[in-house]
């Protein structure tokens, strides 16, 4: 075992501060402001995994053989920050075989709208009220789907007159009483509305009338499912994660979280609880990889670690390729304090991993398709359909001994040692729903809608 660092106790306590203060500020601050200062002050170059292995994804079933016969315009945020970027791709990539063509607008470009217009699909970048209303009314479309867009797509759709479906992809704790007035205005708008958890259904039912609640229906995220790993691709992944890491990790049970360095995530927490069982056990290591999108977290994460006479054995890594951590891992870990449904989770669960999750969006679901193996515990924050900007400030100043710290301390012990008799490589084959089921509900809520409008058209005494 190594030893605690010297100055991490006053790194500690003063990140502990940087947030504390950090979570007094209004949103609208926090990530507009705050973040861009800590991102400027603290930032460092973080490890990253490269892809060392490449595993077959399942192919989509083309349920048409015909040409697409409507036109959906996918409006989006930026396509490279988040989950729901990982999901417009899915829908906007596979579409057409349920005869829908895509075309997806979106706020900027970036590398994923690259990746889309390489597979043939249309992307069009926008940046403001104009340029979102030409992009709409040039564009073919028979309907609108609208993904957590900015505002001012989302003024543009309403105004563009098309049948609208609005996508609820998380609960936004972050929303002020205006932001919500102005959500609910484009769920009045909408034909329907599609939540992908019954949990993220549930806390937007709470903000809207009964008669919108009425038109909100789930559709569960997928991903496409992974051929298991070989011998030579695991060990493959395991020796890239390990020069990452610099550690030699090749006999260690192996805990994988994806996600971005951020408050939801609780990373902080999970690197205090997870320091507790580490030294209980000395063959676990936890590995964090994602983007940094606040600083003063992932640096207080760090002095939290450095705090234990044993920091090495978890590691926190930039941006890398999910593909090459998960065939590498053992255990997906996601202790979050909010969530729609976790992409990340659901692409562990589809490559053969276990999943120890907190009780958030899509969690209950997910653990259901693996029920042998797979746990969730108690969400550190409080009932995940009722969570709370205030509920969750409450919870990261308590980050040493957070509600429920205890049950996840014993999880990760657990989990640890089944681990050894656990099947591997194991198959993901009936413990993750696939890309197709998600695509087809979808295209099938986007084909009533255009429907409902057509005959809400064609009525008598319509003006």
Known sequence: MGRSRPLAPLRASFFGAVVTLTDLLPPRLRYGYVHRMTRAVFSRALPVVPRAVTRQPESVEARRAEAPDICCAILADHLDVGGIGTVVEMLAANFEAEGVRPVVICHGDGLRAQKLRQLGVDVRAVSDGVSAQSALASCGADVAQVHSAPEYLEKAAMASKLPLITVMHNTEIHYTARKWAAYRALLD???????????????????????????????????????????????????????????????????????????????????????????????????????????????????????????????????????????????????????????????????????????????????????????????????????????????????????????????????????????????SSGAAAGISAMVHAHAQVLRDAVQTQASESSSPGLP
Not at 235 to 250: E, P, Q, T
Not at 416 to 423: E, F, L
């Open 189 to 427: 708008h909408s034909i329907a509305g599609v939540a992908v958890s019954e949990t993220v259904r549930e806390y937007h039912a709470r903000h809207v009338s009964p008669t919108t609640a009425q038109r909100m229906s789930v559709v569960p995220n997928g991903t496409p499912a992974l051929s298991p790993p070989t011998t030579q691709e695991r060990n493959a992944a395991r020796a890239a994660v390990s020069k990452a890491a610099g550690s030699d990790l090749s006999t260690a049970v192996l805990f994988i979280c994806l996600a971005r360095y951020d408050s939801q995530k609780n990373v902080a927490g999970t690197t205090t609880t997870f320091t507790r069982a580490a030294s209980r056990r000395d063959d676990i290591h936890l590995i964090f990889a994602g983007d940094p999108s606040d600083w003063a977290e992932l640096r207080r994460a760090q002095a939290l670690r450095d705090l234990t006479a044993g920091p090495h054995r978890i590691h926190y890594l930039g941006n890398s390729d999910a593909q090459t951590l998960l065939t590498a891992g053992d255990v997906f870990v996601l202790n979050s304090f909010f969530e729609g449904w976790p992409v990340a989770a659901t692409e562990a669960l589809a490559a053969g991993l276990p999943l120890v999750i907190s009780e958030v969006g899509g969690a209950k679901e997910l653990v259901a398709r693996d029920p042998e193996f797979s746990v969730m515990v108690a969400n550190p924050a409080g009932d995940a359909a009722g969570i709370s900007d205030r509920a969750v400030r409450l919870a990261r100043r308590r980050i040493r001994n957070q509600s429920g710290a205890d049950v996840l301390e014993a999880a990760l012990l657990s989990i640890a040692a089944r681990t050894k008799s656990m099947p591997h490589p194991r198959s």
